[in-house]
């Protein structure tokens, strides 16, 4: 094994300092009943944070507009008792010595009308597509891109008041923002549809939105993906100077790290390098990069689910992580369902008994613990 060192050497982000550099992913978790997070959602982020973690990312949380959520027993992040139950999971989470910052999430057409509590809403997308060719959804107007634009904002400047510690905004895996950058479901021919640039553009305006907000050393991370839920072969940018202009414009908004979502970080994005997405992003952008996928387990989780409920990802050697992140091809690591199986993964990697390390199984998704 690799010397681990490096994992545990300090970084810091403008205001953000953290011990070491392991960040837990955001994994939802679908515990919170009337999307107020419990002392439950305080308890779980907690044990982490007294586990060694770095920094923690939450789960997906909504801002402030009515089709923001498309799932049950989500986190919202607005309201006067939903921000008092984030502010108990910052304190905490602090109390520990741990970091922590909320990821703003807009769903988009993943919203299926039904879903509580706004019912009979419609999700909204760009072009009225959740996967390409098919239009089941609302076609956003203006108004509706500048409400959503104000709800992210919004979420900012309540993530800064409550004493978060940094800001994730997903633009992945197919939601909204994704939705935008996706030539496959944005097929709008306005300002904000057609060349690279003016996918990009909508996700521009949110982190302006949010950069105006919490000032400039407040930091903003931007989760994204060239995977889709819809499509897991889909590809924003399928050559390195097709990345560079996609990730350039987003730079200029005001993103200070990209948490560069693959489903296993070990695999190289372009032909030619063994470089994965996190690390041609800091190499094209210099910005520092937060790589994940699998970390730690011996599959992804998108495979594990398809295997039925008694499924298991064991886990499995991190020396491969450990040379990339030697060699400097990224700056941070995040760490998914190995922290579920494993609270104090942290310390047992530090410690070397990795062979204490539990497999992940679906049914620890029952509970928060």
């Known amino acids: 094994m690799p ?8 970084f810091s982000l403008k205001s953000l300092s953290m011990a070491n550099r392991i960040v837990m992913a955001p994994m939802s978790r ?16 907690q044990r982490r944070a007294a586990g060694g973690v770095g920094l923690i990312l939450t789960e997906g949380t909504c801002p402030n507009h009515i089709a923001a959520n498309g799932y049950e027993n989500v986190p919202y992040f607005h309201g006067e008792e939903r921000l008092a139950g984030w502010k108990k999971v910052v304190d905490q989470v602090h109390a520990e010595g741990g970091k922590i910052a909320p990821q703003l999430w807009h769903c988009g057409g993943i919203r299926k009308r039904g879903v509580m509590p706004e019912g009979d809403v419609d999700g909204y997308t760009p072009s009225g597509m959740n996967v390409p060719g098919k239009v089941t959804r609302h076609v956003m107007t ?6 959503v634009v104000r709800a992210y904002a919004e979420g900012a400047r309540d993530a800064q008041r409550l004493g978060f510690d940094a800001l994730e905004i997903h633009g992945a895996h197919g939601y909204l923002i994704d939705q935008f950058f996706w030539e496959g479901t944005n097929q709008r021919t306005d300002g904000y549809g057609g060349s690279m640039a003016a996918r990009g553009r909508f996700a521009v305006e949110v982190i302006e939105a949010c950069r105006s907000e919490v000032g400039p050393n407040f930091p903003i991370l931007l989760r994204w993906s060239q995977w889709k839920q ?4 889909a590809r924003l940018a399928s050559s390195p100077q097709l990345l560079e202009s996609f990730l350039q414009p987003l730079v200029d908004a005001g993103v200070d ?4 979502s693959q489903r296993r970080f070990w695999e190289p994005e372009f032909e030619g390098s063994d470089m994965n997405l996190a690390g041609w992003v800091k190499k094209l952008t210099g910005m520092p990069t937060i790589t994940v996928g699998s970390v730690s ?11 039925g409920d008694g499924a298991e990802s ?4 991190i020396d491969r992580l450990l040379e990339m992140l030697d060699r400097g091809d990224f700056d941070l690591v995040a760490v998914g369902r190995a922290l579920i199986a494993n609270p104090d993964w942290p310390k047992v990697v530090r410690s070397g008994n990795t062979a204490g390390l539990q497999a992940f199984k679906k049914d620890l998704l029952a509970e928060l613990a």
């Open 3 to 10: 010397p681990i060192d490096s994992l545990f050497n300090s």
């Open 257 to 260: 790290a990209f948490h560069c």
């Open 230 to 233: 819809q499509d897991f072969s």
């Open 30 to 45: 679908y515990h919170s009943p009337d999307n107020i997070p419990s002392e439950a959602s305080a308890a779980y982020y």
């Open 297 to 307: 387990l011996d599959q992804d989780f998108i495979s594990q689910t398809s295997e």
């Open 314 to 317: 064991k886990p499995a050697s």
């Open 142 to 147: 203006q108004q509706d891109i500048d409400e």
